[in-house]
């Protein structure tokens, strides 16, 4: 039976459809690149923006947008401003693929920062160097991104994970003594830690025990009491992120701090903001400290990442900083954009001390691409004074000495014909 | 009502056949459409089991992801061979569901989607911690797709991004058509059927356990598929691939989408995203607002986007 119906009737399903059409067209519309009078320089950065990396990449992006506003204030690149795109690679290796070819593709990036997950990295210079695209690792830090990995269009700023293994190491054996146990998390990062560790231990003539900890434990006595019946001169805390809380906390608790001494290789300042006094101990490395009196150019930064972020510039802001800048100074010192050019020049590049901020001159080493930075190892205390005051810098190892020879770091460098 | 499905049909290959010519004016590039296809066709394999037996699995990342170790694997220790690689991940996925699959399928509903949680996260830590074969968190690297020789002339999938999108929409037709086909076969009715009443089906004397299998395993085969494609676009498989919050993702795609409609996964995919692309370059809160899509859908549109735009028939 038919209804009858005015032929100009909007009925409920028509207002709805038109409705979703209307806010689709609010998402879609401002996909379409609008006309720009100025072509800026385009650097993009890849980090996980949200995640667990999401502190320290944030403070990635902090450090970056800061360089490119100075290298703006300078005059920018061959003349031209920068522009810096930063896209989340949501710590997931797809979509830091994905945003990484959307940068090179869509917006044409002359330059590609990125990323803090080493495997993001690794496969964004898979296609960086498929497309001929100059990449600054600000932050990944595991060996193969320099080491057998390494491509030649790959730069990277923060420091291996060999060379911070080497330096607390050397550090240790010298105060405390070679007979070491490891607090191990049993997934394939922490075993290359501990091999490292053990490498160089080993060739000091020490010995050690180890303890495997599945990741998550939340009750590490177990392990504590196998550590304190091997009583060992040091504890090697490899684990990280909650694990690493959880069990220096225990560690002070148990009073092994008394009996012992811990350290490992990374607690960053994000890190140690992040835990209890209880758990501010211990040996460790920073790979830039914002407290260096006496190095020039670095209180100003750490006065103008304070008046961004309101806390003390922590080395995730130096890295950010110092892979925009180093874009900066390398294109303009060669007056191209050309990527193997620029790849060429970067290869033994010395990096300025407005740049570096650190003591004596770093470099990108020519034969894996590593920054030669310097690392800083000391030891963390709760806050004394300044309320970012929580490490206290014993002994700064120049990059070299803590990356040892290029060789040992399994990279061939291969150059486009 | 034919002529509109078809005119449909055509409708949706057009826009799929183009999108390399109209994605690039709107913003979009052709690897973002290249994405959409592979996922799309990971969410539809899942709705073969989801919207047409009607029983939820929540492991299906698992199957995805043996399935892009099984391309990378083979492209790394075996054969330079890109045909040769997608069979690969495709047995080594379907192959490990259609066992597992005998041990799931005796249960229903929410133990269902436990025991495959269950199961997809003991191929995640598998390949999380087998370093020596899998890279472990760092993932399967050291691979990359190959030009394809077809004797007259070599396809240059490896650098072309508009021939690769072209390689993997064939692939993602041959697999839609082999899935529309099983669809229409009396074993795809059957498998409805169980969806529509499980008990009178069985009083019809339909071998319940049996279909729900053979649907969990071609379901698993179409996965390991896309997974192996997904590895392609990639040239990198890594454990995330399996974890159980991937196939969270699949399972938004295709409800958002609409999982009673053979193509609403693809839709939900395409929406996934070109969201996520499009909105984490804007905020970091990206997921809060594909969150919110998503509510609205199940609350307001519980046949998905598709539903709501297709006029119902009666």
């Not at chain 1, 593709?105 to 803090?116: H, K, L, Y």
């Not at chain 1, 069990?247 to 290789?265: H, P, R, Y």
């Not at chain 2, 993602?172 to 229409?184: E, H, P, Q, S, Y």
Request: proline residues 5%; aromatic residues 12%.
């Amino acid at each position: 039976m038919p209804i009858s119906r005015r032929s100009w009737s909007v009925d409920r399903r028509t207002i709805l459809k038109s409705g979703a059409l209307i806010a689709a067209a609010q998402i879609t519309s401002p996909f379409v690149i609008r006309a720009r009078g100025e072509t800026p320089i385009r650097i993009g950065m890849v980090d996980p923006l949200t995640g667990v990396y999401a502190a320290i990449a944030q403070n990635e992006v902090v450090g970056a947008k800061y360089a490119a506003e100075e290298i703006n204030k300078k005059g920018g690149i061959l003349g031209r401003p920068i522009e810096l795109l930063v896209e989340d690679s949501a710590n997931d290796v797809g979509t830091g693929v994905q945003k990484t070819r959307k940068l090179i593709d869509r917006d044409q990036v002359s330059f590609i920062i990125g990323d803090v997950n080493s495997g993001i990295a690794i496969a964004m210079a898979q296609v960086t160097s498929e497309k001929k695209v100059l990449h600054v690792v600000s932050g990944g830090h595991t060996d193969p991104i320099t080491g057998t990995s390494c491509s030649w269009n790959v730069f990277r700023v923060c420091n291996s994970t060999a060379m911070d293994a080497n330096a607390i190491a050397t550090t240790l054996i010298e105060k405390f003594g070679k007979k070491w146990y490891f607090l191990t998390p049993d997934y394939a990062y922490g075993h290359s830690v501990q091999a490292s560790f053990e490498k160089i231990l080993k060739s000091a003539g020490g010995t050690s025990a180890a303890s495997l900890v599945p990741l998550g434990t939340p009750d590490y006595s177990a392990y504590l009491i196998q550590a304190k019946a091997y009583s060992p001169q040091v504890l090697i805390n490899v684990m990280g992120g909650g694990d690493q809380v959880a069990s220096l906390k225990q560690f002070v608790q148990f009073g092994l701090d008394k009996q012992m001494a811990v350290g490992g290789t990374l607690f960053e300042l994000e890190s140690i903001r992040a835990v209890p006094d209880g758990a501010r101990v211990g040996w460790w490395t920073m790979e830039w400290w914002w407290d260096q009196p006496g190095v020039p150019h670095v209180a100003e930064f750490n006065a103008a990442m304070k008046k961004i972020t309101g806390s003390a510039a922590t080395a995730r802001n130096w890295f950010g900083y110092a892979s925009v800048q180093t874009l900066a100074v390398i294109a303009n010192q060669e007056k191209t954009l050309d990527a193997p050019k620029l790849a060429h020049a970067l290869a033994g590049f010395k990096l300025p001390p407005e740049i570096a901020l650190q003591p004596g001159a770093p470099e990108y080493r020519a034969g894996d691409h590593e920054l030669m930075s310097t690392v800083f190892v000391g030891e963390a205390h709760p806050p004394q004074g300044d309320a970012d005051n929580m490490f206290t810098v014993k002994s700064p190892v120049p990059g070299d000495k803590a990356a040892g020879p290029v060789e040992e770091s399994g990279c061939k460098m291969q150059w486009p014909a | 009502m034919q002529s509109r499905k078809l005119i449909v049909l055509v409708a949706i290959w057009a826009v799929l056949l183009l999108a390399p010519y109209w994605m690039a004016p709107l913003g979009g590039y052709t690897a973002l459409a290249t994405r959409v296809l592979v996922l799309g066709l990971a969410a539809m394999s899942l709705n073969f089991l989801l919207g047409f037996t009607g029983v939820l699995s929540f492991g299906h990342a698992a199957w995805f992801g043996l399935g892009a170790y099984g391309a990378g694997l083979t492209l790394k220790h075996l054969a330079t061979s890109t045909p040769l690689a997608l069979l690969a991940g495709m047995l080594l996925g379907g192959l490990c569901g259609a066992i597992l699959g005998t041990l799931i399928v005796r249960r229903r509903g929410v133990y269902f989607a436990m025991v495959t949680i269950a199961f997809g996260q003991v191929f995640y830590y598998i390949a999380f911690q087998w370093s020596s074969l899998t890279g472990g968190d760092d993932g399967l690297r050291g691979f990359a797709r190959q030009p394809i020789d077809l004797g007259v002339f070599r396809l240059d999938i490896l650098t072309d991004a508009t021939a690769f999108y072209y390689f993997v929409l064939s692939c993602f037709a041959l697999a839609v058509a082999a899935m529309g086909f099983i669809l229409r076969s009396p074993f795809g009715r059957t498998m409805i059927a169980i969806r529509e009443n499980e008990r009178r089906s069985r009083f019809l004397g339909i071998p319940i356990e049996r279909h729900i299998w053979i649907a969990f395993t071609l379901s698993c085969f179409f996965m390991g598929f896309a997974g192996a494609l997904y590895a392609l676009v990639n040239n990198f498989a890594d454990p995330h691939g399996l974890h159980y919050s991937q196939s969270g993702d699949f399972v938004m795609m295709a409800v958002m989408g609409g999982m009673r409609s053979f193509w609403g996964p693809l839709l939900g995919a395409a929406v996934f995203v070109v969201l996520q692309d499009y909105l984490s370059s804007v905020t970091v809160n990206w997921m809060s607002f594909v969150g919110l899509l998503f509510i609205l859908v199940v609350l307001f549109f519980p046949r998905g986007l598709l539903g709501f735009f297709q006029r119902s028939r009666a």
